[in-house]
């Protein structure tokens, strides 16, 4: 959450440029995952991507996380004197996971359900592109 747009933002191998609706993943596969942010700011060029710098050095940073079966929210907010993506204080954390599990409020669960994006239907796009297109599941 609150990540600048145009930031790059990585879940394992997977990375993408953050756009102006990009609000994270769903359907994240239970266990260790690699989340990687290099954060960028047109206003302050010492937040640099490759993009930004010209040298194609990278200030980013990681972490491992681990997301359990029964947890279908893992949340970080970007914390911009850090740089980092920190985990949310608990009450924002409770209030997003009673969003998205299915709250009353049926606009704010809509609205940030299509901020997200399908992580393992972009994976798998990826994958498919990397071995030539063939769309199909191979064994």
Known sequence: VGVP???????????RSVGVRFGGYYNVEAGPHYL???PCDEDQP???TTRSNGLGMVRSRGEWIWIERQQTVAMRVFDP???CLEPPNKDDQQRMTDVLRGSSDRRLRNEIGAR????NHE???CHEAAAGG???RGG
């Open 46 to 48: 010492t937040l640099t």
């Open 81 to 83: 004197k850090t740089e």
């Open 123 to 125: 994976a798998q796009s």
């Open 5 to 15: 747009v145009k930031s790059e933002i990585g879940l394992d191998l997977l990375v």
């Open 134 to 136: 063939g769309g199909g």
């Open 36 to 38: 990687y942010l290099a």
């Open 116 to 119: 997200l994006a399908d992580f």
